[in-house]
């Protein structure tokens, strides 16, 4: 069946460190959006990729689209305190089924 | 954050009680979710409405129902409420490429 599987699970980072979560479908997506949700908090769109091999910048944070459109990435350089949360892939597939994958909880040590 | 309120935002409830939790926009949005949210399994998707009295299920809709008689409140309801609904559920609004979350309410069925 149409399933996002997210990995790692779990990361703890000391900051300053990078830090990449990796999102992979066994069927080709129409798009991947991602999100984050701080602890305590609700999920917040981050952003939206759609093109074959796509590469997005939001400050220290990149967004990549592999160029089957099946795998996604999230890497954040020198992560800060303030990266803490749970980062979520999302794809949408051409039926436009939405299936979230499980999330990568991010950690930082000061 | 998007107009977007849920209440209540806690309830502990009985195994077999009937429960309703609501979500109200002030987005006058056309597209509304309701979602689980449970450790492992990111947020699963139980049943979105595309209009008023237009609702379809979703991923994990067994033991949900939903309504909507108007454009800016979406009702989920278990009808008889048991310890594996306990969760935290959220609603959202926007399109399959694109949601905005409300804050949550967190249920406990003892």
């Known amino acids: 069946g149409q399933q996002v599987m997210q990995i790692p699970q779990y990361q703890h980072v000391q900051e300053g460190e990078d830090f990449t979560t990796y999102c992979n479908s066994s069927?080709?997506?129409?798009?991947i959006q991602w999100y984050k949700q701080r602890p305590g908090g609700h999920p917040v769109f981050l952003i939206q990729l759609v093109k074959s091999g796509e590469v997005k910048k939001q400050k220290r944070l990149t967004f990549q689209f592999g160029e089957a459109k099946k795998n996604s990435s999230l890497h954040i350089t020198a992560t800060q305190t303030t990266d803490v949360g749970t980062y979520f892939c999302?794809?949408?597939?051409?039926?436009?089924?939405?299936?979230f994958g499980a999330g990568t909880r991010l950690t930082v040590k000061p | 954050d998007a107009g977007i309120t849920q209440s209540p935002r806690h309830k502990v409830t009985e195994t077999g009680t009937p429960v309703t939790l609501r979500c109200h926009q002030t987005?006058?949005?056309?597209?509304m979710y309701w979602y689980r949210q449970d450790p492992g399994h990111g947020l699963r998707l139980i049943h979105y409405s595309y209009g008023v009295k237009d609702t379809d299920k979703g991923e994990v809709s067994d033991g949900y129902s939903v309504s909507r008689s108007k454009t800016e409140d979406f009702l989920l309801t278990l009808e008889s409420a048991t310890s594996s609904q306990t969760s935290v559920y959220f609603c959202?609004?926007?399109?399959?490429?694109?949601?905005?979350f409300g804050p949550g309410t967190r249920l406990t069925v003892l």
């Open positions: 959202a609004i926007g399109r399959t490429d694109t949601q905005y």
């Open positions: 987005e006058n949005h056309r597209y």
């Open positions: 999302a794809g949408t597939y051409n039926n436009n089924d939405m299936r």
């Open positions: 069927t080709t997506l129409s798009n």
